[in-house]
């Protein structure tokens, strides 16, 4: 088993940062790969960003240039580096970790708005 627990959501104006994170507990060490997904309202849960054990990284085309994904081994930690926020990126965002199950956190709202 593996829990994850979200920090860092709140409200940004449109242009502005936001760091979210993640950190992992329980049976970490059979995490392989750990990643960001977002659902907005009325909308599916769809794919942010993922990282890999070794490093490898995969962005969503919406968020390439603006979203840096980036990963604590030691700590068990993954974060989410959010810049030139859009209004289209408000939404729930969800960590999650791959370790034999599919292991999701309880989600942080982030919302941009003026």
């Known amino acids: 088993q593996v829990q994850l627990v979200e920090s860092g959501g709140g409200l940004v104006q449109p242009g502005g940062s936001l760091r979210l994170s993640c950190a992992a507990s329980?049976?970490?060490?059979?995490?392989?790969?750990m990643g960001w997904y977002r659902q907005a309202p009325g909308k599916q849960r769809e794919l942010v960003a993922t990282?890999?054990?070794?490093?490898?990284?995969n962005y969503a085309d919406s968020v390439k240039g603006r979203f840096t994904i980036s990963r604590d081994n030691a700590k068990n930690t993954v974060s989410l580096q959010m810049s030139s926020l859009k209004p289209e990126d408000t939404a729930v965002y969800y960590c999650n970790a791959w370790a034999k199950d599919l292991y999701w956190g309880q989600g942080t709202q982030v919302t941009v708005s003026s």
């Open positions: 990282i890999t054990n070794g490093g490898d990284t």
């Open positions: 329980g049976s970490t060490f059979m995490i392989i790969s």
